[in-house]
């Protein structure tokens, strides 16, 4: 029973890879450019491209479960071809912004949710987890900080639960290994919720050194965010963290309440990628 595991260039992917090559189970890993892959001795390789169905058969060959990374391309093909080769089982690395009122006009919620809307029409058992901000997402601050440059943000007391790429990636070895969670739809989150400004005082308490905070107006994050992605993203990440500037976040599944296992930290996780904050 091979188990295909999609975006395996990805930190979640190649966690799962991980795990499973570790237990000792027959994995996978497919990419668009399975050359570049860094896996464990003994994981296959394969070709997956998403607008190229012809790479499908060959990737979706003996495998009974697939990890799937949320892309609409080609989505309803690659459904087809994953039910001709006796797929059984499809674990989804969705995201929480589905479940929000314009999900389907989101730019960010709606990729997601046509990959979980596609999977529910057909014949696969599917388990959609649908983790909240990555703890990693703070790797967007290692510019300034490494600087010594303040962090400008038009919503500094935003409030998340931020999770850690490691807990996302227990989760998924446990779906994709028990029935425990075979056809259901998680929230994941951390165990805590952290406003922008708490999380910069936490990697500020880490790396030992001071990291201002300096407020700044929605037009100006919007001038900023837009040099680096498209407009209506950067209107759907400050429309989700003006939501979250009014409260705690709420919390959702976690390593706790799923395996058993104490959630890690962002504390945790700003000691691990502490050097990622450090100018070279």
Not at 187 to 204: I, K, N, P
Not at 243 to 266: M, Q
């Amino acid at each position: 029973m091979t188990i295909l595991i999609t975006g395996a260039r990805g930190k979640v992917g190649r966690a799962v890879i991980d795990r499973l090559h570790s237990a000792g189970l027959p994995v996978r890993a497919a990419s668009a450019r399975p050359a570049e892959l860094t896996v464990p001795a003994g994981v296959e390789t394969a070709e997956l491209v998403l607008d190229r169905p012809e790479t499908f058969a060959a990737a979706l060959r003996g495998v009974r479960q697939v990890f799937l990374y949320p892309q609409p391309a080609g989505i309803h093909d690659l459904i087809e071809a994953a039910e001709a080769a006796g797929v059984e089982h499809v674990v989804l690395l969705s995201s929480s912004s589905v479940l929000a009122p314009d999900a389907e006009s989101d730019p960010l919620a709606s990729h997601s949710l046509k990959v979980e809307r596609a999977l529910a029409d057909s014949g696969l058992t599917c388990t959609f987890l649908r983790p909240d901000a990555f703890a990693s997402n703070s790797l967007g601050w290692a510019w300034p900080v490494g600087r010594s440059m303040p962090v400008q943000l038009a919503y500094p007391d935003a409030q998340i639960a931020p999770i850690h790429p490691e807990d996302i990636a227990d989760i998924a070895a446990l779906a994709l290994t028990g029935d425990s969670l075979t056809g259901r739809a998680l929230t994941l989150t951390g165990s805590e919720s952290l406003s922008f400004r708490e999380q910069l005082a936490v990697l500020s308490q880490t790396l030992g050194r001071a990291i201002p905070v300096e407020h700044i107006t929605r037009a100006e994050a919007e001038e900023q965010m837009g040099r680096h992605m498209p407009a209506p993203m950067v209107s759907s990440l400050l429309d989700l963290w003006e939501a979250a500037d009014h409260g705690p976040a709420a919390l959702g599944e976690t390593t706790e309440t799923l395996l058993g296992v104490p959630a890690r930290t962002y504390r945790q996780w700003a000691r691990e990628n502490a050097d990622a904050f450090t100018a070279r």
